[in-house]
């Protein structure tokens, strides 16, 4: 019998954030929320609640929340692509923010 080689710590961890992560929307959109917002935007706004289907996200500052609530129909257009793929709701507005990022 042959051993495999030492496999990553970082594939089992995965598994398990998968696993256990909560099956609500905003936990959703936060697993996807970097790569369809891409890392500059990423960096300046996360999502921070969900309620109704509109999304509030908080900015790190009243540009950066005005920048969101302008490209808000293409950001809800690209989110609800990538939560197509999991069931349990649909964006149906988007709320920016100017606050302190968690």
Known sequence: ??????????????????????ATLLARVQGCWREVVGAAVAT?????????????????SATWASELE?????????LNRALEETSGG???GLRAKAGKLP
């Open 1 to 22: 019998m042959r051993r495999r080689g030492p496999r990553p710590l970082s594939a089992a961890l995965d598994a398990i954030t998968r696993e256990q992560a909560p």
């Open 44 to 60: 300046e706004a996360q999502p921070l609640s969900e309620r109704d289907g509109t999304l509030t996200v908080v900015c790190r």
């Open 70 to 78: 302008l490209l808000a129909p293409d950001l809800l257009a690209r």
């Open 90 to 92: 649909k964006l149906t």
